[in-house]
């Protein structure tokens, strides 16, 4: 059974950073790439940024460009979504998502239920 | 940057057959996934690569991608398709996934 549970939410200042992780298992991790989609109260889905199988190529949304860096570390399973300089704008649940093929550009087979960000002062 | 189009809302009555719209430009030149979003819940997949369906999504959906625009169709509706449905291209220029604004379907 496949799962992607995401972590580190919660309260920040803007213009504050925070750390978002997402655990996988259940399916062969570092043969996939990873995404992060955030979604904000009553809007729709955004994409925020793309990891490869193997770490070596990053891309993201225009929305955040320069403020979030996107990585794994394969042997923990684990991605991660590290965002700087936040915006109340910012504010959304952040899910991880694992996509059909290994660099991003194939749909999105599993997901996960999400972290609450939330941008306030 | 690329831009993807969907009515905000579509209504239908259970047993017919819905219609949602994903335009965008020469959006048939791009692959369009459809996802299903519940409340509550993470969106899954009901179509992909156009017109592919995943195994345990029902036969009543089904998608195409012969020009503009993309169409996700659901035929005899249930109460159960109840949803948000987001359709979904790789933009290569830039080199990231657009969503489309999503279209919330209502069972009448």
């Known amino acids: 059974q496949v799962q992607l549970v995401a972590s580190g939410g919660g309260v920040v200042q803007p213009g504050r950073s925070l750390r978002l992780s997402c655990a996988a298992s259940?399916?062969?991790?570092?043969?996939?790439?990873l995404h992060w989609v955030r979604q904000a109260p009553g809007k729709g889905l955004e994409w925020v940024a793309v990891v490869s199988y193997d770490g070596t190529k990053q891309y993201d949304a225009d929305s955040v460009k320069g403020r979030v860096t996107v990585s794994r570390d394969n042997s923990k399973r684990t991605v991660y979504l590290q965002m700087n300089s936040l915006r109340p704008e910012d504010t959304a649940v952040y899910s991880c998502?694992?996509?059909?093929?290994?660099?991003?550009?194939?749909?999105?087979?599993?997901w996960g239920q999400g972290t609450l960000v939330t941008v306030s002062s | 940057s690329y831009v993807l189009t969907q009515p905000p809302s579509v209504s239908v009555a259970p047993g017919q057959t819905a219609r949602i719209t994903c335009g965008g430009n020469n959006i048939g030149s791009k692959i369009v996934h459809w996802y299903q979003q519940k409340p509550g819940q993470a969106p899954v997949v009901v179509v992909y690569?156009?017109?592919g369906r995943p195994s345990g999504i029902p036969e009543r959906f089904s998608g195409s991608n012969s020009g503009n625009p993309a169409t996700l169709t659901i035929t005899r509706v249930e109460a159960g398709d109840e949803a948000d449905y987001y359709c979904q291209v790789w933009d290569t220029p830039s080199e990231h996934v657009i969503f489309g604004g999503g279209t919330k379907l209502t069972v009448l």
């Open positions: 690569d156009d017109s």
């Open positions: 998502a694992s996509g059909r093929d290994s660099y991003g550009s194939a749909f999105f087979e599993h």
């Open positions: 259940g399916f062969t991790f570092s043969s996939y790439a």
